[in-house]
Nanobody, 118 residues
Framework: QVQLVESGGGLVQAGGSLRLSCVASTTIPRLNSVAWYRQAPGEQRELVALLEIGGPAKYADSVKGRFTISRDSAKKTTYLQMDSLDASDTGVYYC????????????WGTGTQVTVSG
């Protein structure tokens, strides 16, 4: 069973930076993509950044130019570098990994809280 564990969240002032990490418990065969989602209080979960394996990264319009998704396959870790944070970035950030293409399986982390003050 694959487990994803996020870390790196916390409280930061507006304009600051955070780097989130997501470590998988094991190598995921036929890995399709990795992604970060977030859920603000009272809102639905939304896609923030997506990295299709072997393809380009894609970002929500609200984070383009500020967030960067990357992956270190040797460490089984996905990162989200977040710069120029503002209050609208506050929420719980979830790591996602998709296995396979014909009948994909989604794996989720339990989330890490990011709070931007000011």
């Amino acid at each position: 069973q694959v487990q994803l564990v996020e870390s790196g969240g916390g409280l930061v002032q507006a304009g600051g930076s955070l780097r989130l990490s997501c470590v998988a418990s094991t190598t995921i065969p036929r890995l399709n993509s990795v992604a970060w989602y977030r859920q603000a209080p009272g809102e639905q979960r939304e896609l923030v950044a997506l990295l299709e394996i072997g393809g380009p990264a894609k970002y929500a319009d609200s984070v383009k130019g500020r967030f960067t998704i990357s992956r270190d396959s040797a460490k089984k870790t996905t990162y989200l570098q977040m710069d120029s944070l503002d209050a609208s970035d506050t929420g719980v950030y979830y790591c996602n990994a998709v296995q396979g293409w014909i009948d994909p399986v989604n794996y989720w982390g339990t989330g890490t809280q990011v709070t931007v003050s000011g």
